[in-house]
């Protein structure tokens, strides 16, 4: 092999590698992403019904499902304080509620 080509084929092998990263992508993180997309679509939905403390811990359960993996700003910390408002009373309850919707809406979800 000519050594003219070997670094021609180093360079060459380091863009097929580059190419096959298991990195995710990269986004933007004061858009919607698709979890929190979700996360933010299963609280507006269930919001009203969510009476109950158990109603509520499911309600936070299930929009920590989606929002966890979320890089939206705010979208993954305001849902564990929603999980933990929904342990407490219900100005907790509110409170974490309130700030899970503005995180939503600050990242332009729209119901």
Known sequence: ??????PAAILLAAAVLTGCS???EQTDPTKL???????????ATDYKAAQTQQAR???ANKVN?????????????????LARGADGGPGAWQL???AFAKACLDAGWKG
């Open 1 to 6: 092999m000519d050594t003219r080509t070997i």
């Open 22 to 24: 298991t990195e995710p």
């Open 33 to 43: 992403d698709n979890a929190a997309k979700l996360a933010c679509t299963d609280f």
């Open 57 to 59: 811990v499911d309600l």
């Open 65 to 81: 499902e989606w929002a966890q993996d979320s890089q939206t700003n705010g979208i993954a910390d305001n849902a564990t304080a």
């Open 96 to 98: 974490g509620a309130d």
